[in-house]
């Protein structure tokens, strides 16, 4: 904080605005902020007491004036009714930068771990999810659109992506479609969805298990089929006609008579040959 001093005027009694000239740095909120939270809080406080600002709209408009980048961005994200607090708006900076800067770091994460995983719950009010949301981002200082971001993305499915749909600039306007698409039934939650799934699996594991001993009982019927049926006798024909015998019928001889006798075909005696045959003519 830095202080001019005025020369005083002789001829009346100055009140401290006008023989001090009060000026702070504004506060960035960023790293390489060249001042910390604490100390800005502090020398705001000097600087609205020595230059006799009070009431809430002008503390909070002079406050407004002094923040600038990531501070400033904050500051215009807050709710109406929390700005129109200074105690109010005092309170939500220390949150959002004061303690977040010297607050336990594992402590911190967990709190934003269990902030991004909230969901709506079975059973649960629109409303109520809305509001435990809300006061969750003014305790960890976050802004309206890590609210906007976070109620939309903890609804069901179905619910969020109407919401999506409808393109919303605020909470408030997220908070609306999120109603209208609960009453258009688009907010359709299992209370126990992992129940469900088991008993999938466990009825698709019947199911083959149900199968795998139809297959088993089939194939054992099959083996035993040919287990006690005897085996078919092969005749003839399935040995294919390489192997067929003439019938036995066409030898009129019995079988361990010798040789058939020799027939003349002249004369028809037998004993002989036609080219032996006396009764052959001289020109055969």
Not at 101 to 108: R, V
Not at 156 to 169: E, I, K, M, N, Q
Request: charged letters at 20%; proline letters at 9%.
């Amino acid at each position: 904080m830095k202080i001019n001093r005025y020369p005083r005027n002789s001829s009346a009694t100055p009140d401290m605005s006008s023989r001090l000239n009060v000026t702070i740095p504004q506060f960035s909120g960023l790293s390489t902020s060249s001042v910390t939270p604490r100390q800005f809080l502090t020398d705001f406080e000097i600087f609205t007491a020595l230059c006799n600002i009070s009431g809430d709209s002008k503390l909070v408009a002079t406050f407004q004036l002094h923040l600038t980048d990531e501070a400033r961005w904050w500051f215009d994200d807050l709710p109406s009714d929390l700005r129109s607090s200074w105690a109010k708006v005092k309170d939500a900076f220390q949150l959002r930068f004061v303690q977040r800067n010297s607050a336990n770091t594992s402590d911190f994460i967990h709190q934003e771990n269990l902030f991004l995983q909230v969901q709506l719950a079975p059973g649960q009010s629109i409303n109520s999810f809305f509001y435990s949301i809300k006061e969750k981002v003014v305790t960890l200082g976050k802004l309206q659109s890590d609210l906007l971001a976070r109620f939309v993305d903890g609804l069901p499915p179905d619910l969020a992506l109407f919401v999506r749909a409808g393109h919303p600039s605020s909470p408030e306007i997220a908070l609306s479609a999120a109603r209208n698409g609960e009453a258009y039934g688009y907010r359709q939650q299992s209370p126990a969805p992992q129940p469900r799934c088991a008993a999938a699996a466990t009825s698709r594991s019947s199911d083959d298990i149900v199968a795998l001993r139809r297959e088993l009982r089939q194939f054992s019927d099959q083996v035993r089929s040919l287990v006690i049926s005897p085996p078919r006798p092969q005749g003839p024909q399935e040995n294919g006609p390489r192997v067929s015998r003439p019938p036995q019928a066409r030898r009129s001889d019995p079988p361990n008579s010798g040789p058939p006798p020799i027939q003349c075909q002249l004369c028809g005696r037998v004993g002989h040959v036609a080219r032996t045959c006396r009764s052959r003519p001289l020109n055969y």
